[in-house]
């Protein structure tokens, strides 16, 4: 299936948006002696692109990606990834493809550390794509009610000049 101009357009916009999200969370937390975690990064570059002092490791859910996390977000993983482990996460693109997004929201409170910073990215008016599932779209309404727990929250919405109340993506930034 060839993608349309509109649909390769708003994929460019998305991951410039994607790459500059990242290079902020870099700007502000490359520092010797932090943890990021950066979740499901599958073909881009993801935070290794920007982060060089901090220490990076990986989390997907496909057992074939070699992260260094195996692990379903929508599940209590405290065996496995334990409290307050991250200063930094990464999550983006993720959320729409989650099965249950509070649960996942919920496990990557529980893994950040007090004070530390996720930096999330989700599409709102782009087309199902994948990995499949593609489950979820939200409004600013909605992420705020998913981070409710988060002490700040700052949303950027990546807007289509051609339509009004319909952005392409939204950027986020929510302390612990």
Not at 95 to 113: C, D, G, M, Q, V
Request: a negative charge; glycine letters at 4%; charged letters at 25%.
């Amino acid at each position: 299936m060839e993608i349309n101009k509109i649909d390769k357009e708003h994929y460019l916009k998305i991951r410039k948006n994607v790459s500059d999200l990242i290079k902020q969370a870099a700007n502000e937390n490359d520092t010797t002696g932090s943890i990021v975690l950066d979740v499901a990064p599958e073909i881009h570059k993801g935070a290794a692109e920007h982060f060089k002092n901090a220490t990076i490791k990986t989390l997907d859910l496909d057992p074939n990606s070699k992260a260094d996390y195996i692990a379903d977000l929508c599940k209590n993983n405290s065996g496995y990834l334990l409290d307050e482990t991250f200063d930094v996460i990464i999550c983006t693109e993720v959320l729409e493809h989650t099965e249950n997004p509070f649960n996942a929201i919920n496990e990557l409170y529980r893994i950040l550390k007090i004070g530390g910073t996720l930096y999330l990215s989700t599409p709102f008016n782009f087309r199902i794509h994948g990995p499949l599932p593609d489950n979820w779209r939200f409004t600013i309404h909605g992420l705020n009610t998913l981070l409710k727990n988060f002490k700040e929250v700052k949303i950027d919405e990546l807007q289509d000049e051609n339509r009004n109340l319909m952005p392409i993506q939204y950027t986020v930034v929510a302390k612990k």
